[in-house]
């Protein structure tokens, strides 16, 4: 085994936001050197890393200059430049997860094609070279309204994604190619993190639950465990394992799904790295995805996915009415609260719906930790400084 | 509230070594701006702060001007130069714990006069200025063999401690004023961890039992809960809650007790900061010791000191025979265990029996994560590279 410890070995890490930040904490835990490219000199990983460096993740040359300094090279974010990735490969560079796996997943019609082909279940769907050809197509019946129109490429955080009832509904979509997916009655949104090491050792976190709000139709709970029947569990934990296996990757690989009204798993999309829907095991779990994260890409033996304790996120997004220098208010009541931990992800400044931090609820309970975790979305605000 | 978070608060630390280190983890967490004083420019803090100076931490101007930079003092080594504190708060500093505090729990027998004034129960004892002194006394038959002799300052890590059963046994002592303590016999060494904020705020951490090496005299474990009785159990917490309140303490306060073969709770000493006794909870507690320091520090709400799980703490200190580059042996086969995490401090040379790291075994069945603790010693090894 390579000695990783208080050593010379080089971990490099493209992108300095917030989970490359919480990946930081491990790798500082373990002692591991970490060099850090972000085109931001604010980014939150600066000031943890051994070395950061400014530049842009999208350029070949600054991705592939950086890559020749490390001995193992991951991602904290997608939008990198792959081409990049695979040069570095023919060098005999060790890039996780690989060049070939992020090429599948960054491109949405690509990554649907790979599910149909792997016999992977997913929403029906057909890939749209442009807009034009979606567009003959549902004048020739081939297709039909209502569907969820998603851009093949670019699409981050919900952005790219819209749904599509009726003609006027395409107005304001890009030429871009694209994906039309048959919409599904779904019960519940789930995901599950699978991790796999370089030699191929598998594990599955438990099975969490989105729970959304009731009007806004937005996320507003990650629960873990999710509150669904063991064998949808076991079937979904399953279905996340096939996924990983047939991407052949390596680190974490985040799978969102549907449970359809018949319980169906369908899978809806993947993310080849630590994820928002994994934030609670820095409390809840043995091992946190970020420390399995490091485990999978450095062939460490993986550590125990189980939980500790009941565990319930929220997302601390800018308010809606606030721009500006960011003050957390009411922070220090939610701090209170038992088994409550903010994490701040040191951005200076809020806008309305950035993503500033994040908010775990523990308890023995679960349901104890859902009831605190409303009175801690009832009390806490991002909003500016007056 | 002063507004800690993603703010201009600057927090500083004296000390940049491992207990430090494990105290930005959550500075980061909540964003707070940090500044750190180490003599060594390869303390383990250094990458991982926002500003790091070098420079003596005994001497007095390189400490007020280091304080005068910040909004809140702490510090993670109770040996500072605590003239420059009382200068620092005579100048308006916050600095937690206090001089005062400080100043007390330095010398050992001005620490020990304070238990008897304060009429907590601590192991009888005798203060004197010199070895002359001592040396008198047990001539004139005022102070006999046994006892346990203690340094006044200057102590560290069991430094600065002898058992004295005979006359030849005082030979290597040195000079310096000192306590003599008579010698308790004990069924078990425990500590508790009390915190206490700004305002007055306490929480009392479980008890923790330390396991001795049957014959090397040595801790080998760290038990959390202990396996004592309950009213034991309770007692110690009360003791440990009066000893913080008589110093008025703010931050933590390690307090190290013995448990007599009658359920006597006699005081040992004290640690003014976070301990290696409470390393197990970063792992195993709602709240870990550094983020309740920081809680109480900045005045902020103590969080919960429950545990989540059962919790076992190994130090990992070098081979006896090894000096040099440190490597890890067999961290990879501790790291197939369930529920252990090892802690790699980042020091880059061993040397016999420094303190390179720690691992904590968690599991929800305590005595399984005793087992799984042994086997850890079994297998991991501090050595230099060959």
């Known amino acids: 085994m390579h000695n990783y410890f208080s050593s010379d070995f080089k971990l490099g890490i493209l992108g300095g936001g917030q989970l490359g930040k919480m990946m930081l904490y491990d790798t500082r835990k373990y002692d591991i050197k970490t060099y850090v490219l972000d085109p931001s000199t604010e980014a939150p990983c600066k000031i943890a890393c051994d070395v950061f460096e400014q530049g842009d993740l999208m350029d070949f040359d600054t991705v592939v200059n950086f890559g020749r300094k490390v001995d193992v090279l991951t991602f904290e974010i997608e939008l990198v430049n792959v081409d990049a990735l695979e040069k570095l490969e023919s060098e005999g560079k060790k ?5 070939a796996t992020l090429r599948k997943i960054q491109d949405k019609g690509v990554q649907k094609q790979f599910y149909a082909e792997k016999e992977i279940p997913t929403a029906d769907f057909n890939v749209f070279t442009s807009k034009t050809d979606l567009t003959k197509a549902i004048a020739k019946n081939e297709w039909q309204y209502p569907f969820v129109w998603k851009s093949c490429t670019g699409g981050y955080d919900g952005k790219g994604v819209s749904v599509i009832r009726k003609e006027e509904d395409l107005t304001g979509l890009p030429e871009a190619s694209c ?6 009655p779904f019960k519940n949104e789930l995901a599950v993190i699978v991790s796999r090491n370089v030699s191929g050792e598998v594990k599955t976190y438990p099975v969490v ?8 139709n937005q996320v507003e709970y990650v629960i873990c465990p999710a509150r669904i029947e063991n064998h949808v569990a076991e079937k ?14 390596v680190g974490l690989l985040a799978v969102e799904m549907f449970q359809t009204e018949e319980d169906e798993i ?10 928002n829907s994994g934030h609670y095991s820095i409390e809840a779990s043995f ?4 420390e399995q994260h490091l485990r999978a890409i450095l062939d460490l033996p993986l550590g125990e996915t189980e939980s500790k304790v009941g565990g319930v996120m929220v997302n601390l997004v800018g308010d809606e009415n606030h721009e ?9 009541k939610i701090m209170q609260m038992p088994g409550v931990t903010p994490h701040i992800y040191g951005k200076k400044q809020t806008r309305p719906f950035r993503k500033m931090g994040h908010v775990t609820i523990v308890n023995k309970d679960l349901s104890e930790a859902r009831k605190i975790a409303e009175e801690v979305k009832k009390e806490i605000k991002v909003i500016s400084k007056s």
């Open 287 to 290: 091992t946190n995805q970020f």
């Open 179 to 184: 994906i039309a997916e048959k919409m599904i």
């Open 324 to 332: 500006g220098q960011v003050h957390y208010q009411n922070i220090e």
């Open 209 to 216: 639950e989105m729970e959304f709000h009731p009007e806004a």
């Open 236 to 249: 979904a934990r399953a279905i996340a394992t096939k996924v990983s296996e047939s991407f052949e990757h």
């Open 266 to 275: 369908l899978v809806n999309e993947v993310a080849p790295r630590p994820h």
């Open 95 to 99: 890039v996780y997860p690989s060049a």
